[in-house]
């Protein structure tokens, strides 16, 4: 069995945000899933918890 480069980039980043480097935090990994470069199942397996899609806030319109 071969290893792919995105299964690297996983390994990676899982030692990335164990070991806490700068930058490597939650909101990372969330926008490489919103972006599609990081699959949700992969998400969990980095950070440890289920990966929850953003919801769309909406702003109050303004009341003339």
């Known amino acids: 069995m071969t290893?792919?480069?995105y299964?690297?980039?996983v390994q990676m980043w899982i030692l990335d945000y164990e070991m806490k480097l700068e930058g490597f935090d939650k909101a990372y990994f969330q926008g490489l899933v919103k972006t599609g470069q990081l699959k949700v199942?992969?998400?969990k397996k980095i950070v440890g918890e289920?990966?929850?899609?953003?919801t769309a806030?909406?702003?109050?319109?303004a009341q003339v």
Request: proline residues 11%; without cysteine.
């Open 50 to 54: 289920d990966y929850v899609a953003p």
């Open 57 to 61: 806030q909406t702003t109050p319109s």
């Open 41 to 43: 199942e992969d998400y």
């Open 3 to 5: 290893t792919s480069i």
């Open 7 to 9: 299964d690297m980039f």
